[in-house]
């Protein structure tokens, strides 16, 4: 959208809203902020030079794991090599540490801890592979499994794979079993509590539980990175970004059993551009708000995206009895492809094995943009807006969406939302002018005769 476009747009907003004017353009001003919040590409955005260490002139200190008596048979356990490497590559001004090619490292759970010396690179080229047994896992890391902590300039390239070996893992989970103790798994690659970091090409399969997670760390460009795990494996969302500011993932192919994008609570500037993703649950902010706990999300940005056979498109989920907000976002120029719930803002998220106690309080969603979004849905919803009653969702715009499904009629779904729609907006989204509860808009197309008359409301478990 254009500058001119968006004074039109917000020159709609005041003729809309009459007297209301000037508060309505203070609310939708964060709108505004997001046209100049584009995501600048890969070739004009480098935070370091690339290191061309295969050169003698690159004035590069070379720091092979092979040399510190990594066997690369995928069974010989190869955790002590890996760590007298990095003490050396970590202290070491412009080191590579260099995983080769053709060999498979098992590694146990680590930390790779910081501050290292400028200049670090991080070479994957080889496969690095965690244990499979989740009884032999070492109960210091519970919860990581490759983790790179306190890092700052710090560069991760490469054509290798991070392999978290994660079918056990799934197989014991509640949600595969539900005879199974709920537990947590390891995250299989993890950028925590740092800065100004690089990610490129690496693939990262099977984790144990989250692929890749950014947590507490600023800065952070993700480039061409490959995520895959199952259809059907349990909680292995495949780029988790929490409590991180200025992240930024470009030209990303996701598939995996959970979110291919998850962003959660204290999130800020995270800009998406060019990705790919399915089979998953789609691209999520939330959940947030659970065991009344207060969430923030803030200026969030996905442009070009295509998803296919998601159980979800766009989600906004958040539990009754939080507090915050999520403010600020926009999604354009979409394409889905058999999506079950191309649209949706659940804030009666619900993701436990009992039915959750309704209240009152909850986490404020506002000034969310959705434009150029189109595609099929598998359910007639294709829109769902299921908001508070207490704490509405506003501003939501709608600006050239067309969602249709092969064999029926689309529908929008609305309670307690409000904004508007400009351009194409189909299934119609005239229930978001309304206060009226459970409003639902029919958008029939002309081959059918009649449209079913029952009304599949919003089933509040993890989708």
């Known amino acids: 959208m254009d500058k001119f476009f968006m004074v039109s747009f917000l020159a709609m907003l005041i003729a809309v809203y009459g007297v209301a004017g000037n508060t309505v353009y203070d609310d939708i001003g964060m709108l505004d902020e997001l046209e100049s919040f584009d995501i600048e590409e890969d ?18 200190v070379l720091v092979n794991v092979d040399s510190f008596g990594a066997i690369g048979d995928g069974v010989s356990d190869d ?9 050396i590559a970590c202290n070491t001004t412009k080191a590579v540490f260099l995983v080769p090619q053709g060999r498979l490292y098992l590694v146990n759970a680590t930390r790779f801890q910081g501050p290292c010396a400028d200049s670090l690179v991080i070479q994957i080229e080889g496969t690095i592979v965690a244990p499979g047994d989740p009884d032999n896992w070492d109960p210091k890391f ?27 893992w799934w197989a014991s989970s509640c949600k595969k079993n539900k005879t199974n103790p709920c537990r947590g ?33 600023d800065s952070v460009r993700v480039y061409a990175v490959q995520v895959s795990s199952p259809g059907d494996s349990p909680n292995t969302d495949g780029i988790h970004i929490t409590a991180s500011t200025n992240v930024v ?32 649950h789609g691209v999520s902010i939330g959940s947030l708000g659970k065991d009344n706990s207060s969430g923030m999300v803030t200026k969030v940005v996905l442009d070009t995206a295509y998803l296919r056979g998601t159980t979800n498109g766009l989600r906004i989920k958040t539990w009754q009895g939080g ?24 804030q009666f998220y619900c993701d436990s094995p009992k039915a959750c106690q309704n209240q009152t309080s909850a986490v404020q969603i506002s000034q969310i943009m959705y434009r150029n ?12 807006f299921a908001c508070s009653d207490t704490v509405p969702c506003s501003n939501l715009v709608l600006s050239n969406v067309n969602l249709e499904k092969k064999d029926g009629t689309v529908e929008t779904y609305c309670n307690s ?36 008359p029952s009304v599949e409301h919003i089933v509040h478990t993890e989708l």
């Open 79 to 87: 955790t002590q090599a890996f760590v007298k490497a990095w003490n």
């Open 323 to 346: 507090s915050g907000y999520v403010r600020g976002v926009r999604f354009q120029n979409v394409r889905m492809e058999d999506v079950s719930n191309p649209i949706i803002i659940d």
């Open 185 to 217: 798994a390891p995250t299989a690659f993890t950028i925590d509590r740092s800065s100004a970091i690089q990610v490129k090409g690496l693939t990262i399969q099977n984790s144990q539980q989250m692929n890749f997670a950014i947590s507490q760390s």
């Open 249 to 280: 993932l470009q030209d990303c192919k996701i598939g995996t059993g959970d979110d291919c994008i998850s962003i959660v609570n204290g999130t800020s500037n995270i800009k998406m551009k060019r990705i790919v993703c399915g089979p998953g």
């Open 417 to 452: 939302a409000e904004g508007f729609g400009t351009g194409v907006v189909h299934p119609s989204a005239d229930c978001l002018n309304s206060h009226d509860k459970d409003m639902i808009i029919i958008n029939q197309p002309a081959e059918v005769e009649h449209a079913d």
């Open 373 to 384: 979004i189109l595609g099929t849905t598998m359910s007639k919803n294709a829109m769902k």
């Open 43 to 60: 070739n004009e955005v480098d935070v370091f030079e690339i290191p061309s260490w295969t050169s003698e002139r690159g004035g590069k």
């Open 142 to 168: 519970p919860r990581t499994w490759l983790d790179f902590y306190k890092l700052k300039g710090v560069l991760f390239q490469g054509r290798g794979i991070i392999d978290g070996s994660g079918s056990k």
